[in-house]
């Protein structure tokens, strides 16, 4: 099919100024066409059905960079992921992927969910049988015996075990890894100020990785997790919490570290609306409940990464609690409001950045000729007004039309 899409802007992702009168023809799944209202022709015209949004920007599709697919998002989702079956967690996982789709994330990245659920769900979205978002799969977490995410991770204690825990799931079809390189707040007993893998063994999975192909993402929460994350090479830093091993001290941020990371191109994402998320879902805060206990101090360290150079995509840790998988304009939104960046620049942080670090900007991200048409076209101007990434009118995902006029089409 042949779409032609024209609203008041094209914001491209790449960070440039908004396109007046912005337009966009699209056939057989690709870009064909970049250009303002008036530059087109009888022959981009032809055999295209012309949808046009007054008063809209027209944006690249949203990547969302970090979801549990299978995980209920609920107050009770630790009791919902030990006590449900796999037919329940397809189930689950059918409704996300919708959902996500539906507010305009069209690549999704999940960063650990059972083998035997996210991979035929990924399959079932690209054989047509369910909507949703071209979906990037890491499969099992890689954790510790007892470590973060036990309940549906592949458990690896030594460097080999970690080594051939990554290949059995390049084996099954992985396109990344997930290691768990510290305790996390989901999983009771596990420590969020210690590290699970030192910076040898995440050396070793990094190295093996890299031979197949794989990028690896670790989530850290601990500053020693983090300084050993970066010792290691790791592609992406998830959370990146910098949080101190003497519970007295909430964090211990390292600014060498910092510059390390922007210099090495790690990619980092730092789940920064799950507390904004918690506080207007009336979760309470827990004493010792992580990077959610100070958010004022952890936007001010986010801030000083962001200028030191540091690169963020956009994970919302979709799954968790309160952490709903139509929830995606969140993140932007508190990117510009509470990190005080600019709305273009977190909508680039959304897009390209996001696109870059999975490796697939050739393919997404931007708004180009010969890239996967997927677009979003939101109802106002989020240049001026982040919270309008909220309001979606249209979608395109790789070339099909999801929604229109403001009305689901799945």
């Not at 309940?151 to 390049?170: D, L, P, W, Y």
């Not at 070339?399 to 009305?407: A, F």
Request: one cysteine or more; aromatic letters at 4%.
């Amino acid at each position: 099919m042949k779409y032609i899409i024209q609203a008041d802007r094209l914001i491209d992702g790449s960070g440039s100024e908004p396109l007046k009168n912005g337009a966009v023809v699209t056939e057989e799944g690709k870009i064909i066409k970049v250009c303002t209202s008036d530059q087109l022709t009888q022959s981009d015209k032809s055999n295209a059905e012309i949808l046009t949004v007054p008063g809209g920007s027209i944006l690249p599709g949203f990547i969302e960079m970090h979801s549990h697919i299978h995980c209920s998002s609920e107050a009770d989702a630790y009791e919902h992921i030990t006590t449900e079956s796999n037919e329940t967690f397809l189930l689950r996982g059918t409704q996300a992927v919708r959902a996500a789709l539906s507010s305009g994330v069209t690549t999704m990245r999940d960063l650990g969910s059972r083998n035997e659920v996210v991979f035929p769900l990924r399959q079932g979205i690209s054989d047509g049988i369910i909507p949703g978002p071209r979906l990037l799969v890491a499969g099992t977490p890689i954790t510790t015996t007892g470590g973060h995410c036990n309940m549906f991770g592949t458990e690896a204690n030594t460097s080999a075990e970690v080594v051939k825990a990554i290949r059995q799931q390049f084996k099954l079809g992985a396109d990344c890894i997930k290691i768990m390189s510290t305790g996390g707040g989901f999983t009771p007993g596990t420590n969020v100020r210690a590290p699970q893998y030192t910076a040898d063994v995440l050396k070793n999975a990094v190295h093996d990785a890299d031979r197949l192909g794989l990028k690896v993402a670790a989530h850290c929460h601990a500053t020693e997790g983090v300084k050993n994350c970066v010792e290691a090479g790791i592609h992406n830093l998830i959370h990146c919490s910098w949080l101190s091993s003497d519970p007295s001290e909430q964090y211990d941020y390292d600014p060498d570290v910092a510059d390390q990371i922007a210099e090495k191109g790690i990619y980092v994402d730092p789940t920064l609306a799950l507390s904004h998320l918690n506080s207007l879902r009336g979760r309470p805060i827990k004493p010792d409940s992580g990077a959610m206990r100070d958010p004022e101090k952890r936007f001010e360290i986010l801030r000083d990464m962001w200028d030191r150079g540091v690169r963020f995509v956009t994970g919302m840790d979709s799954g968790m609690t309160n952490a709903h998988f139509d929830d995606f304009a969140y993140i932007p939104e508190v990117m510009v409001n509470d990190m005080n960046i600019s709305p273009l620049e977190a909508i680039t942080c959304s897009t390209k950045t996001s696109a870059e670090c999975l490796g697939m900007e050739d393919q997404i991200g931007t708004i180009e000729k010969e890239k996967s048409a997927d677009i979003v076209v939101v109802n106002g101007d989020p240049s001026t007004d982040i919270s309008t990434l909220h309001d979606v009118n249209t979608i395109l995902s790789q070339g099909n039309l999801v929604k229109s006029e403001n009305n689901l089409l799945i």
